[in-house]
């Protein structure tokens, strides 16, 4: 079905009772459709075990960890004007824990700690060493990312 609001058209995004409203950025053309319940896939139920664990794991790290994080993500964000996406610390987190496990395949995200980090050596231990090991892009004065993750 196609909506034409021209006034509220643009604030009409998300979901309203059984409608779920889209609209693309470049063109501004709004598109309603009838709300479906998707359907619980064991890719579902892998990704919300590992977005919870990876949760768990970021409350764990140390301040100096984080704010290492923080100061990386702001690093990157400079290098990075212009492209789509801003970068905060819990994303680059996240991109440094799957870049880890690009590098590493037997690395499980469900279930891995701060201590299992420290006790198989992977290096993620610090943001330097994570740059160092390409899970994480180089950025201007990423060797002085030197915080421990616990």
């Known amino acids: 079905m196609k909506v034409n609001l021209d006034l509220i058209g643009k604030a009409l995004i998300g979901r309203i009772g059984k409608l ?11 598109i309603a ?6 359907r ?10 590992k977005a919870k664990n990876l949760g ?4 764990n ?11 990386y993500a702001t690093n ?12 905060n610390m819990y994303n680059v987190f996240i991109k440094m824990m799957y870049g880890l496990k ?4 037997e690395v499980d995200l469900k279930t891995i700690t701060p201590e299992i980090v420290i006790e198989e050596g992977y290096p993620v231990d610090t943001i330097s060493h994570a740059v160092d090991a ?15 993750i616990i």
Not at 33 to 38: G, L
């Open 102 to 105: 690009r590098i590493y395949p």
């Open 33 to 38: 459709r009838a709300y479906k319940k998707p």
């Open 20 to 30: 779920v409203f889209y609209r693309f950025k470049k063109s501004n053309v709004l």
């Open 61 to 71: 790290v140390s301040d100096g960890y984080k704010r290492d994080l923080r100061n």
């Open 40 to 49: 619980l896939t064991q890719n579902n139920f892998d990704l919300r075990t």
């Open 76 to 87: 990157l964000n400079n290098e990075t004007i212009g492209d789509s996406c801003i970068y």
């Open 56 to 59: 768990v794991f970021y409350h």
């Open 134 to 148: 390409c899970t994480l892009p180089e950025v201007k004065f990423s060797n002085e990312f030197t915080n421990p």
